[in-house]
């Protein structure tokens, strides 16, 4: 039997709740058809977002959002998309060479402003620092912050409907600019860093910048990166740095099949890939504090999530660009990604999937009228109870999986976990990772004791290859029951095969050595 030690006695940190964030590209179907539907749409819209996409994000609690790119940023003109929208240039999108799609720029800031106001989340905007100038990004900060009446930019804000300063506060400054983002070396990529920052910091000292950091594939561009930044931040004249940006995909660089049509071992293979996130984390944040050892900048993982590249069947069949379809297979990777940034609380400061809806790991899939909630949606909806939270060590002892593929023999465990507790309830989220095999699971509450009722919710299906589709919307919803603590300290649970499980408990008691 698994059983899991939750140390009421140690405490990881807070769980930013920007960890729970998201992330919108002006690609393929997640603006047009995604969010956005226009005013004149006969799709129920509010301001011409989509309205039950608008509330099911609100009532999960999305923290932050990421925009406009992605890549795409690396082409973006924010003077694009302001002022009447009739008015507003077609331009070629970056994605152009993919799909064909020239952008509208019918979304532009403004719009933006509102659609996260809607959801009630934070802004986080992705600077162009590729191929517009480090004006151009000053301008725009200046244009979304400066209080109104002061600058030529805040009182052209205020024609374009906005009195009030948008106050955004979180800045990227580029993105991939190891790749799409300029093909630039990292030191290369500091003096952009730097040079942007600091020009930038004239129209506000307290922007929260966020520097471009790796992929998997070249965790040591962050070395040299930090090298260079350390020499420089000896000179002085560095901008301060928030959050340093990771991506990390699931992708079909491993073999892990397609969407719907994987076997046994690849579905661990995934998961291998999923949970080798852990390490990715550790060692990006080693390697930062070997070169600052008393910095404070955080680990964003602003792009993250199961992408498909191969694609196989998709719910529109060629409509969108990466669009794929979500089964019980991402709604576990999404849960086990979410146990791995809660339990690095203290370095993980804000994670955004990738991307929101009609795309790579969508929460939504929209289609007319219809948007349905993938199973992923769920697996958010049941961890916002961790947001805000105190995230608690967990001890887990469980077996471990073996499995082959591609002639090598592999070992995972079966059980991912992680605790909070916030307002005198403990959540705790488990994974059961295996793919043919219900998991008793104990649970011993160390230093405390619960009430002896609380509530367990569960997120299964009969076949891991289930999904909410436009033909069946709702095939796949968390399922509640009350659950008996035994002695007050001590729980056991099954957690289904190839599940996402969240226990809620009242805490008695809490007993510190
Ligand atoms: O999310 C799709 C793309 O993946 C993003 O635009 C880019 O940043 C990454 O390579």
């Not at 905007?125 to 191929?131: D, G, M």
């Not at 002085?236 to 959050?243: A, C, K, L, Q």
Request: proline letters at 5%; glycine letters at 8%.
């Amino acid at each position: 039997m698994t059983s899991i030690s939750i140390r009421l006695d140690e405490e990881i940190g807070r769980i930013n709740p920007n960890i729970y964030g998201h992330f919108v590209e002006h690609l393929g179907g997640v603006v047009y058809d995604g969010i956005w539907v226009g005013e004149d749409s006969e799709i129920p819209n509010i301001h011409g977002f989509r309205q039950e996409l608008v509330e099911k994000l609100k009532a999960i609690q999305p923290g932050v959002i990421r925009w406009p790119g992605g890549c795409f940023a690396e082409t973006y003109d924010w003077r694009d998309g302001i002022g009447p929208r009739e008015q507003r240039p077609t331009t070629v999108n970056w994605w152009y060479m993919n799909d064909g799609k020239f952008e509208s720029n019918q979304v532009g800031t403004h719009e933006f402003i509102e659609f996260c106001r809607l959801v009630n989340a934070e802004p986080y905007f992705a600077v162009n620092a590729t191929t517009t100038t480090v004006l151009d990004a000053r301008n725009w900060i200046e244009y979304c912050n400066m209080p109104q009446g002061t600058t030529t930019l805040a009182q052209e804000r205020e024609k374009n409907g906005s009195p009030e300063p948008f106050n955004v506060k979180y800045w990227g400054l580029g993105n991939e600019n190891w790749g799409g983002g300029g093909c630039m070396t990292p030191e290369d990529y500091c003096h952009i860093y730097r040079k942007y920052g600091i020009i930038s910091k004239s129209v506000g000292p307290d922007l929260q910048y966020i520097a471009c950091g790796p992929y998997e594939g070249i965790p040591e561009w962050t070395e040299k990166f930090f090298n260079k930044y350390q020499e420089m931040y000896t000179v002085g004249r560095i901008p301060p740095m928030f959050g340093y940006s990771l991506h990390y995909y699931v992708t079909n660089s491993g073999n892990m099949g397609s969407e719907l049509d994987y076997t046994d071992a690849q579905w661990y293979e995934m998961i291998r890939i999923g949970l080798d996130m852990e390490p990715f984390i550790q060692s990006q944040y080693e390697m930062i504090r070997t070169a600052m050892p008393s910095s404070s900048i955080g680990l964003i993982v602003d792009e993250w999530g199961v992408w498909h590249l191969q694609n196989g069947k998709h719910p529109l069949p060629g409509k969108y660009l990466f669009e794929q379809p979500s089964t019980m297979r991402e709604a576990v990777l999404a849960a086990l990604s979410l146990n791995i940034f809660n339990n690095h609380c203290d370095k993980v400061v804000m994670a955004n999937l990738a991307q929101l809806v009609n795309c790579i790991h969508s929460l939504f899939l929209a289609k007319g009228n219809t948007c349905v909630a993938t199973t992923s949606y769920y697996v958010f909806d049941m961890y916002k109870i961790h947001q805000n939270a105190i995230c608690l060590k967990t001890e887990v002892d469980c077996k471990n999986i073996t499995y082959t593929i591609d002639g090598e023999l592999h070992y995972i465990p079966s059980i991912s976990c992680s605790a909070s507790v916030k307002d005198g309830i403990l959540a705790i989220t488990l994974v059961n990772l295996a793919i043919d095999e219900d998991q008793e699971v104990k649970l011993d509450l160390y230093g405390g004791q619960c009430a002896r009722e609380g509530t367990m919710v569960v997120l299964s299906s009969s076949s891991h290859k289930d999904g909410n589709t436009f033909e069946e919307p709702y095939k796949v919803t968390p399922v509640k029951h009350i659950v008996s603590p035994d002695v007050g300290s001590e729980l056991t649970v099954t957690a289904p095969k190839a599940s996402v499980v969240l226990l809620m408990l009242n805490i008695l008691k809490i007993r510190i050595a």
